[in-house]
């Protein structure tokens, strides 16, 4: 009458800079590494490969050899553009350091050029494709400017001597994944999402140094068949908090791709993984040699 069930364990873990939990389960399934053809959306008509029917600034766009920059039609603040990469599809381990720093080195020209004194608080983000949030497939990243800083920004702000405390711990453990190009990696105690790195730096210029950090971590997120991910860069142009990074997988981006944020993750703010942050950070370490 009864069937008998394996019982299972569930381990959570507490975010106190962000006031969130974690919940860590071994169960199979809450991640798809299946990959498919998409060769349909990748093929079809795309307005980022037709820049005259894009909005401009007034003197055109911001460009450079790999990339392009204009204004967001639908901000998300004072300030808020969209800066594209001049191929139309890119896959994750294609995106080298020479690719991702053209895009990084625009993003950080245009919060350099329109910061007035009161939008202090900047955010570089990244949905690389439709799991992640991305409304169209060509790679893009979107930048930020604004006089009020995001939920996540105040939740450091806060709780600012625990931020500080919690890098230093975990630059310290057995998460540490090491010093690359000026950024100090780690996995995260509790992840905000699957498989994520967490990166600062402490020095200036700190934006154009991220190219080589990312390739390396997307070279990672390829070799355990990922293709779709978030990234956010978070910076406080009066250094009340360091520049730091997140960069996590989503679902891979295949035909009926499971949505990784149900009830857990948007309505009790909490993260369900079943990878153990330890095992991404040895698996990443390989990757930054």
């Not at 895009?103 to 050029?113: G, K």
């Not at 690389?128 to 991305?134: D, E, Q, T, V």
């Not at 997120?221 to 996590?248: C, G, Q, W």
């Amino acid at each position: 009458m009864f069937e008998k069930f394996k019982e299972g364990n569930v381990e959570i873990r507490k975010d106190e800079v962000w006031e969130r939990n974690c919940r860590i389960m071994k169960r199979a399934g809450l991640e798809i590494d299946r990959q498919e053809d998409f060769k349909e959306i990748i093929e079809k008509d795309c307005i980022f490969c037709t820049k005259d029917k894009l909005a401009k600034f007034d003197f055109g766009f911001m460009e450079n050899s790999h990339s392009f920059l204009f204004p967001n039609i639908n901000p998300y603040a004072k300030y808020s553009g969209v800066c594209a990469f001049k191929n139309h599809y890119i896959k994750p381990e294609e995106f080298s350091a020479e690719l991702l720093e053209s895009n990084f080195l625009l993003c950080s020209e245009y919060i350099e050029n329109f910061y007035d004194g009161k939008a202090r608080y900047a955010s570089i983000n990244w949905n690389y494709l439709m799991p992640a949030g991305a409304s169209i497939l060509h790679p893009h990243t979107q930048v930020v400017l604004s006089e009020y800083p995001t939920t996540y920004m105040e939740k450091i702000i806060k709780n600012k001597d625990k931020f500080f405390s919690y890098i230093e711990e975990e630059i310290k453990g057995d998460r540490f994944i090491g010093k690359i190009n000026g950024f100090y990696l780690f996995v995260p105690f509790a992840p905000f999402g699957f498989n994520e790195v967490f990166g600062f730096c402490k020095e200036e210029n700190e934006v154009e140094k991220l190219a080589l950090v990312i390739s390396k971590i997307l070279s990672y997120y390829s070799s355990i068949r990922r293709n779709s991910f978030n990234l956010a860069v978070f910076i406080d142009m009066d250094k009340e908090f360091p520049t730091h990074f997140r960069i996590l997988t989503r679902q891979n981006m295949v035909k009926y791709y499971r949505n990784d944020a149900m009830f857990f993750e948007r309505i009790h703010f909490e993260t369900i993984l079943e990878k153990m942050p330890e095992e991404v950070a040895k698996e990443i370490r390989e990757f930054m040699k």
